[in-house]
């Protein structure tokens, strides 16, 4: 059973930074590749970033590109989403979830594990 938690949420203001953690157990972490999501209160559930089991592939929602950076530390089971100039907009609890190979996926229905969320509130 491969389980995924996320941390690092919490309320910032407008312009600050905050990084989000995802640990991952049960499987060879490796072998994923991994994906942050966020769902804003009466919004879908939205993709955000996502990145290769390697590392060294990255995907990044539009809105999000310049701001925000995925990474992973293999060793620690541990993917990052490091979130910088946060505004309003980006209020939503923030989902972490997993596929195993094959290329990059968008679609939150193209993932097949996924933690329980944590809140980031940004206030304006």
């Known amino acids: 059973q491969v389980q995924l938690l996320e941390s690092g949420g919490g309320l910032v203001q407008a312009g600050g930074s905050l990084r989000l953690f995802c640990t991952v157990s049960g499987r060879t972490f490796s072998n994923y590749a991994m994906g942050w999501f966020r769902q804003a209160l009466g919004k879908e559930r939205a993709f955000v970033a996502s990145?290769?089991?390697?590392?060294?592939?990255?995907d990044y929602e539009d809105s999000v590109k310049d701001r925000f950076t995925i990474s992973r530390d293999n060793a620690k089971n541990t993917v990052y989403l490091q979130m910088s100039s946060l505004k309003a907009e980006d209020t939503a609890v923030y989902y972490c979830?997993?596929?195993?190979?094959?290329?990059?996926?968008?679609?939150?229905?193209?993932?097949?594990?996924w933690g329980q969320g944590t809140q980031v509130t940004v206030s304006s």
């Open positions: 990145i290769s089991g390697s590392g060294t592939i990255l």
């Open positions: 979830a997993a596929h195993l190979y094959g290329v990059l996926r968008r679609k939150s229905s193209e993932y097949d594990y």
